[in-house]
């Protein structure tokens, strides 16, 4: 059976965006999902079906319909896994270049949920819902290096808030193109959909959202630059887009590099080799970090062998 949730709104939430009183009312359910109900229809105030920026009166009366969970039809596959820590609320996993970390339209095996669910069966969250099961974050398909996953919704919900509190560690090494004129520095720069590519993520000011990357150079050598990027905010790309903004684009970069690409490294040149935590569970702080993979590593020595 469906699930109905129903409440009057008060005087004090009087003016609130629907999509933020929701959020903020409802602490068993992601601000993403809550969005989803509403565009699906499944939320009315006054019998009507309002959209999500609809600005709350005092009296209204908010009916929120839950529908039944949808079977997963995702097929568990026994496909390795580099675990690096696992528990009863989550593990940290080191994802290798070129695989998918969820399911999408055209791929449907092969992905991290895939291997996911073949080694934890039915211990994962279903915040995400049926396509994404446990999955916090995500990092590209050419990306390698670690992602958290939960187990469960309690763990889901505290990770995500961390994100959102900017208190989850993430650092990335890349290569990226040409002689960065700092040694260290931040791009601070909103990303949204490229209005000229669809496909694409962009620095824009139109329908975007707040991202902040620091940088510091390891090393430099010439033409490239190897640096260490730490993420204040994980939008879509943000590394890619940030750096390429900057006149530096990631070295191997299909989609923000320059058009001759070096196909040798197979994607974008960028490891997520750090990761840093509040457990939820037990409160203390754990960080976890991965060795930079051979791909990464091959290119630095042959970088280094010009000199």
């Known amino acids: ?24 009312s409802l602490n068993d359910f992601t601000r993403s999902a809550l969005t989803k109900l509403i565009t699906d229809g499944c939320v009315t105030v006054n019998d009507n079906t309002p959209s999500k920026n609809y600005k709350c009166k005092a009296g209204d009366s908010v009916i929120i319909t839950v529908p039944d969970a949808v079977p997963l039809d995702v097929e568990a596959e026994n496909i390795p896994l580099n675990i690096v820590y696992e528990d009863d609320d989550l593990l940290v996993v080191n994802k290798p270049k070129g695989m998918v970390v969820h399911p999408a339209a055209g791929n449907y095996t092969g992905t991290l949920v895939n291997a996911l669910l073949y080694h934890c069966k039915d211990s994962l969250s279903g915040i995400n819902g049926v396509i994404r099961p446990g999955i916090v974050h995500r990092i590209d398909k050419d990306t390698s290096g670690l992602l958290i996953v939960a187990k469960n919704d309690t763990a889901h919900l505290n990770l995500a808030e961390q994100i959102k509190a900017h208190s989850f560690h993430r650092a990335y090494q890349a290569v990226a193109y040409g002689n960065f004129k700092e040694d260290e520095g931040t791009v601070h720069q909103p990303i949204g959909r490229s209005p000229k590519d669809r496909k694409k993520m962009a620095v824009t000011d139109k329908n975007s959202k707040d991202a902040v990357t620091h940088y510091q150079v390891i090393k430099r050598y010439g033409d ?44 974008q040149c960028l490891h997520a080799g750090e990761l840093g935590f509040v457990h939820p569970r037990t409160q203390k702080y754990m960080e976890f970090n991965a060795e930079l993979p051979e791909y990464f590593t091959s290119f630095i020595n042959k970088l280094n062998n010009r000199f």
């Open 1 to 24: 059976m469906s699930e109905l949730i129903d409440f009057i709104v008060d005087s004090d939430s009087a003016g609130v965006r629907l999509d933020k009183l929701l959020a903020d």
């Open 224 to 267: 490239f630059t190897h640096i260490r990027c730490v993420l204040e905010t994980g939008r879509t790309h943000q590394i890619r887009v940030h750096m390429a903004y900057l006149g530096h684009p990631l070295a191997g970069d299909s989609v923000y590099g320059p058009k001759k690409v070096i196909t040798a490294l197979g994607g």
